[in-house]
């Protein structure tokens, strides 16, 4: 299932011809890019081998498991599933048994021997305790909140924004991991709309299900686009969900008019190598779409239950925690944190199965929910209790079938095993322990057992943190807990259920909704129409049309960490218009994500690039040699969905006093660059941001380590982005926050000094109420100053935030930078200073950016200030001549 037209030899010749811009020549940096000594290592082994190219360039994923999906495994799942129904002890039940018996002896699994207070080490079980983190490439930021970047596991639909995926809820600020975002799919872009499905036996996959749909996509100042969306299932539970522009089509494959092309043609080009011959045009029967959502949605659920144990001090075996009753204050406590209590009887929502009409379980029970779940909880102590082994079972029966399970410690008890666990569903152990409880101190401390085949999952436990009984911690456990499932649905036993139950779908489709037509048949009647819309004439000459889709192009790769000293990875580098992937291929696992908007920059040369994201961190890829083509399809793909650019190598020089000539802030921005330097010829800018001096990545750098190299090193050399065209820094926090801003400049939001201003703290009285006219206008004038510096604060206050330096707040008594300076002893910049000729560096957050605008500001509001003296004084002389004319002589009495 790799056919040499989707695979492409080194240093073959391409085919496919481009006519978009070429990048640039490659900069000195390129040539830094894979050493032969560094990709063979100390040892003289051979580099990892790239991965097949399994598709064709032109199909765009939709999601990262559409990139995973590969036939060739597909088709061995087909010829092994006799092999996966086989019964196997799993679960608790396996940390007791010994291996079984196989035609090859397994070795037998000690565990991870990671010990813990909370829990012991046992067979087939893995241990989180505090301090793990997720594996994979680049430096890992906080991803609670919507920023930064999200965790590996939680990526999955690559063609919308980050944003979209779910934190929903005023305090959710965890990510919902190994959901399979993509199922809705088909509901979105097929159900309800005119599309095809094909059903059909294929004699390596098995039984399979296609469907396929024609779409327009309009593009601004240009003529219509078409858009091909297709899914491929098998009996893999991975499912090949992507789409074809019809402009991206080779010439031979293109629709001539507009009856758009065929369905076999499209499936020709896109899947050459399955059997389109045994492939029938599905009946219109409506249980078609029906049978399709529930196939393809199948994984997706919105409801959990979760068992939790009770654990006494002094206990730790099953039977103790069953045979407990009643709940202890803390316990009692606990529960009242995770959930709410709910009266069986006559509940509506999701139950459980627990019996919401006779009171056979239970009279109440534990129920919540987490963002778009509902969790309903089996608490031991809720469940019907009496001394005998029968009532000890109905407890089981209950908590026994959940995958998840928590097991709440009291001080004293017994560290957790699952050796003392004996079932086959519970695969996931969430030990929580009180500490001081019923007090203002109460804290819980949290470790996690997990079978060995269930991935670590989020969120991730610090290393000897204890919680305090917050709504935070009830979210973090929660998180886990859903977490925790889905991961486990990836587990041997539970994989081998779910592709059984998709093979029973799949072949009733084949068998019982499938016609007597023909895909070719079909493909002759009913193309892919565009009903109601006439095709414009395409656009000549472009080429490379892919570029320009919205779902994720696939590249072979080997990557590694930037400036760490990590192996490469054979992965599959995959870039849509809202995110950059990197999937290893031997886990088959994401291990580096990030927005498209947090792409700084990059650096390429004919066999790779290192790509810049976030706060100035990098990854490194190395494509196979003679793939040149494929790294400028990589740039302009990045060209076309980031704000980044190429980077810039310089090599400055000092002046007869050793000095560079210019400054930068912490963060590596540039704030100001002396005239007639060499750091100014060069080519050097403010709002540039450095990312390497001296050939080390700033991340990886303090500021004070920055400073030293810049002061001391014989070469200077640094890698830098420029500006953008307005001169702004091109960073991505910096661009979030201006759009929070809605274009309100940061230059403007400086105000006087009292000391150098006309400007008086102390707002001047109004002119009396008989001229509204001119009230309304002074009052008008003083709102609109009022409202200005009521943003200038928000603004400081959100630039003191994200600095390291506290920026003074704006009050009546404003003071400007010049009277910070002399109160805190700084001496002014001498010509010729900066970072790295000795001079003192002045700490500030681009305080030499809004230089111009803090002066072109306090002039702004000088004028404003003698203009609303002036009307003050001519509406007062106006007042007093209508008193005359009034009231006569002003002696008066009136």
Known sequence: WQPELHRERPGAPRTRAHSHEEPRASSPAARRFWDPLVLLGLTGEEPPKFPPQIWVRQLAHYDVQSILFDPGEAAWCQGSAGRRVRNITTGASAASAGPAPTPVPEEPDPGDGKDGPLVLSCPHFRNEIGGEEEGGLGRRQEAGGGAGQLPNAAVSVLEEPRESYPTRGSRATHYIEYADLGASYYRKYFYGKEHQ???????????????????????????LQYNYRFILRTSELRTLRGSVLEEALPPTARPPAARGLSPKKLLEHVLPDLNLQGLRLASNSPKVPETLLKLDEQGVSFQRKVGVLYCRAGQGSEEEMYNNEGAGPPFQEFLELLGQHVQLRGFTKYRAQLDTKTDSTGTHSLYTTYQDYEIMFHVSTMLPYTPNNRQQLLRKRHIGNDIVTIIFQEPGAQPFTPRTIRSHFQHVFIIVRVHEPCTERTTYSVAVSRTKDIPLFGPPIPAGHRFPQTLAFRDFLLAKAINAENAAERSGKFHAMATRTRQEYLQDLARSHATTTSLEASSS??????????????????KAWELQSAGALVWSVRARDGDRAAPELPCLLGISAEFLVLIEAKGKRVIFNCSCRDVLAWTYSDCGLDLYYGSGDYVSVRLPDGQGDEVKDIVHRLQLVTRGCETRELTLLRNGLGQLGFQVDSEGFVTDVERFTFAEKAGLQPGARLVRVCERALPSLSHAQTTELLRTAKKVTITMVPPDENGKPRSPSWGAWALGLKGLALDSCWAPCPHHAILSPARPPLPSPVLSEASESLEEEWDSISNLAT?????????????????????????????????????????????????????????????????????????????????QESAAARLSQVTRLLCGSPSQSL
């Open 197 to 223: 499905n094909f059903f059909g036996v294929d004699e390596r996959l098995g039984a399979v299900a296609v469907s396929l749909r024609r779409e327009e996509k309009e593009k601004e100042g240009a003529s």
């Open 791 to 871: 943003t200038c604060n928000s603004i400081l206050e959100a630039l003191s935030k994200e600095g390291e330096q506290q920026i003074p707040r704006l009050h009546h008594g404003w003071e400007c930078q010049a009277c910070i300076q002399a109160d805190r002893g700084w001496s002014p910049r001498v010509p010729g200073g900066g970072l790295g000729c000795g001079q003192e560096q002045i700490p500030r957050q681009r305080e030499q950016a809004a230089k111009a605008a803090l002066q072109a500001e306090v002039q702004s509001l000088r004028q404003n200030n003698q203009r609303l003296q002036q009307e």
């Open 525 to 542: 009647r009913l193309p892919l129409l565009s009903l109601g819309a006439k095709r414009k004439e395409r656009a000549k000459g472009a």
